[in-house]
């Protein structure tokens, strides 16, 4: 699991980080998820490798929570795939990942793409309400690059919209789309994250949108 930091925007303060699953692999060396996560979704095997990064993640981050005590409020986001979300007992096996890491669920924020709820609207916007009476944090990842249409986004319970990479990246030229998000999710009571944020320009361009948090290496 490699850990990307979160910061504030506005204060440059670490709040977080994300758990993002990479393959060391003994022969090929780094293999990164665009090239073994589909292949994963399709065999079922995501499955397991998903509560594997959960599990892990809470209970390395409970523990620079602990160990560092200017810290005690770092965030965790980890991604739920399609085949998580359909599983019946995701929530009892969340539950028990937080029970056994005592990693507190308002610390957790699950991230799912707009393909994934989109794909069964209904069963989503069911299974994401009982996630959030658990008391975790829900993000709407890589949003603006789906198929999701404006007038479900209210039904989800969601608190925080992340930012594509992609429009991070032409902010410096086109600051339109990165705009009409952080005016949306104001409008709807979410905050920002944006993704791939890695030059102070961009930084400071997020901050006179009114993003509240930056994402990257």
């Known amino acids: 699991i490699h850990y990307q930091p979160i910061v504030a925007v506005e204060t440059g303060r670490l709040t977080g980080f994300e758990a993002l699953v990479r393959w060391n692999h003994p022969r090929r060396g780094l293999v990164l998820p665009a090239d073994f996560i589909p292949v994963a979704e399709e065999t079922g095997l995501i499955v397991p490798i998903g509560q594997w990064v959960l599990e892990e993640a809470c209970t390395k981050v409970r523990e620079w929570q602990v160990n560092s005590p200017g810290h005690r409020s770092l965030s965790l986001s980890v991604n739920l795939s399609a085949r998580q979300v359909a599983q019946p007992d995701l929530l009892d096996q969340i539950k028990h990942v937080l029970a056994k890491s005592k990693f507190q669920p308002y610390h957790l924020k699950l991230e799912i ?5 989109m794909e069964n609207a209904e069963a989503a916007a069911q299974m994401l309400k009982q996630l959030r009476l658990l008391g975790v944090q ?17 039904r989800f319970p969601l608190n925080y919209l992340k930012i594509d990479r992609s429009f991070v990246m032409r902010l410096t030229s086109d600051t339109a789309i990165v705009r009409t998000i952080c005016t949306l999710a104001q409008n709807l009571g979410m905050e920002v994250i944006a993704e791939g944020v890695e030059t102070e320009e961009q930084n400071k361009e997020l901050k006179h949108l009114g993003c509240k948090y930056a994402q990257g290496y």
């Open 113 to 117: 793409t707009e393909s994934v709820v």
């Open 138 to 154: 829900l993000s709407l990842d890589d949003f603006g690059t789906g198929y999701s249409s404006l007038s479900y986004l209210h």
